[in-house]
């Protein structure tokens, strides 16, 4: 009873404030990824360890993203924005493909040293493994586009491909950092963190790709979904905080 | 057998060497020190310099010698935030 009623409430103050809920959704998700790229940037630069860069650069592509779906939702909304013209097509474009591309940087990431085996070991072999890197993030940026493109022309109402791909994609990342927690013998706290957002970015994707089903029998759930991708990138940024936070700890 | 040492390592290496030599030291020790072939050495001072993470400097003899800049402290000073960022993210 309770919770049905907690649900309704939801579901109105969703439907009632709608412009506002997307600004402070839009606000909270575009807020933590500047953060969490301006954090991996200063890394970068202090280091010029790739890692950093694909990763900041991953939260650089999904703050955008959230940006202009900001704007394109609010343009729907005030009804400004009009499916079947060529800006919306635009925004439609631009959000599958950076959201893509965001979701491309991030297992990069977690995979780059495996194609780029040099450049962590010599500067010689960093300056070669840098023109080799380029054709890379070529591919990686030629798949975002295809994926925004095929959604476009095969998948218009929902986004399906892209939906499909960030779910594989996720999927492998999470399988990865899995690894590396159980290999470890001291489970950091800022793996676990990162654990947990790419498990709740998982469930994200998994749940936006089920709307359609399950919002029908459940209006509810559209607020879950929203609730749920905002914990993504909360999660996130709590563990960049946190991670120099526990180093400075253990090393006192 | 020993891990191969990682560029990252490598350069805290070099910059430590001459943080714990009254930030100044010689080229050749800081090769001895370093434990590089001179091929690897020169790329990494090389790298280092042009990052400004290093400076070359001369002595009263005309010597060349090698002290860390503010940047180069830094790096130090993080080199550890560095690490455990990679380890937590799996970068």
Redesign the interface.
């Known amino acids: 009873m309770v919770f049905s009623e907690i649900n309704t409430f939801l579901l109105t103050a969703f439907n009632e404030n709608r412009p506002l809920v997307e600004l402070v959704y839009a606000l909270i998700i575009v807020l933590a990824s500047g953060a969490i790229f301006h954090k991996?940037l200063k890394?970068y630069r202090?280091?010029?360890?790739r890692?950093?860069r694909?990763?900041g650069n991953a939260f650089l592509f999904f703050g955008l993203a959230f940006l202009l779906r900001f704007f394109w939702i609010e343009g729907q909304l005030f009804g400004y924005l009009v499916e079947g013209t060529v800006l919306y097509a635009l925004f439609f474009l631009a959000f599958g493909y950076l959201v893509m591309i965001g979701g491309l940087y991030l297992v990069y990431?977690?995979i780059w040293k495996h194609f780029e085996k040099g450049?962590?070991?010599?500067?010689?072999c960093?300056r070669l493994h840098a023109k080799i890197k380029a054709t890379h993030i070529y591919y990686l940026h030629g798949f975002a586009v295809a994926i925004a493109v095929l959604d476009y022309f095969f998948s218009p109402e929902r986004q399906y491909f892209m939906f499909l791909s960030q779910l594989t994609v996720i999927g492998y990342a999470w399988l990865?950092?899995f690894s590396?927690y159980k290999s470890q013998k001291d489970h950091?706290?800022?793996?676990q963190l990162?654990l947990i957002a790419l498990t709740l970015a998982f469930v994200g994707f998994l749940a936006n790709f089920l709307t359609d089903f399950i919002q029908p029998i459940f209006p509810v759930y559209i607020v879950y979904v929203y609730f749920i991708t905002t914990m993504v990138f909360i999660d996130m940024l709590y563990?960049v905080i946190m991670?120099?936070k526990?180093?400075k700890n253990a090393?006192d | 057998m020993p891990k191969?040492?990682?560029?990252?390592d490598?350069?805290h290496d070099i910059l430590k060497v001459i943080q714990d030599n009254n930030n100044s030291m010689k080229p050749t020790r800081l090769l001895y020190a370093s434990n590089l072939s001179p091929q690897?050495f020169k790329?990494?001072l090389?790298?280092l310099t042009q990052?400004k993470f290093i400076i070359e400097l001369q002595d009263g003899k005309k010597k060349k010698y090698y002290s860390l800049t503010d940047?180069g402290f830094?790096?130090l000073q993080?080199y550890?935030?560095?690490r455990?960022?990679?380890?937590?993210?799996?970068?």
């Open positions: 991996f890394y202090l280091s010029s360890y890692g950093f694909y990763l990431s977690l450049s962590v070991t010599s500067p010689q960093a990865m950092v590396n950091k706290t800022g793996m990162y563990a991670v120099p526990c180093q090393k | 191969k040492r990682e560029r990252l490598v350069i690897m790329d990494y090389d790298e990052k940047k830094e790096f993080k550890q935030e560095i455990s960022f990679i380890e937590n993210f799996g970068l």
